[in-house]
Nanobody, 128 residues
Framework: QVQLVESGGGLVQAGDSLRLSCAAS????????MGWFRQAPGKEREFVAA????????NYADSVKGRFFISRDNAKNTVYLQMTSLKPEDTAVYYC?????????????????????WGQGTQVTVSS
């Protein structure tokens, strides 16, 4: 099981930017698709962004498209989520996760059940 640790969350104002990081304990993520999800109070966990194993393919939720950008550095076993033009509705706990499947390409929105290793989450709060 891959251990994932998110960091970079915080309290910001609307319009600000944040970069989240997801550090993995093992190099096994270099062959895995990775995703970011978020969960707001009282709501279900939802997909935010995904990236395939070599960074050549990404997929975003419509709500963040054009504002959030996922990337990865396999040499550092780390996945990033650059968040810009933040809105109060982006307030949530953000989680990263590793895809269970080999060769995931993300030509369409992935299913949350495809992800099997989760971090503990990092809180992002956007004030208006």
């Amino acid at each position: 099981q891959v251990q994932l640790v998110e960091s970079g969350g915080g309290l910001v104002q609307a319009g600000d930017s944040l970069r989240l990081s997801c550090a993995a304990s093992a190099r096994t993520i270099s062959t895995k698709g990775m995703g970011w999800f978020r969960q707001a109070p009282g709501k279900e966990r939802e997909f935010v962004a995904a990236i395939n194993w070599n960074g050549g393919r990404t997929n975003y939720a419509d709500s963040v498209k054009g504002r959030f950008f996922i990337s990865r550095d396999n040499a550092k076993n780390t996945v990033y989520l650059q968040m810009t033009s933040l809105k109060p509705e982006d307030t949530a706990v953000y989680y990263c996760a590793a895809d269970r499947r080999a060769g995931a390409y993300y030509s369409s929105t992935p299913d949350i059940v495809d992800f099997g290793s989760w971090g503990q989450g990092t809180q992002v709060t956007v004030s208006s």
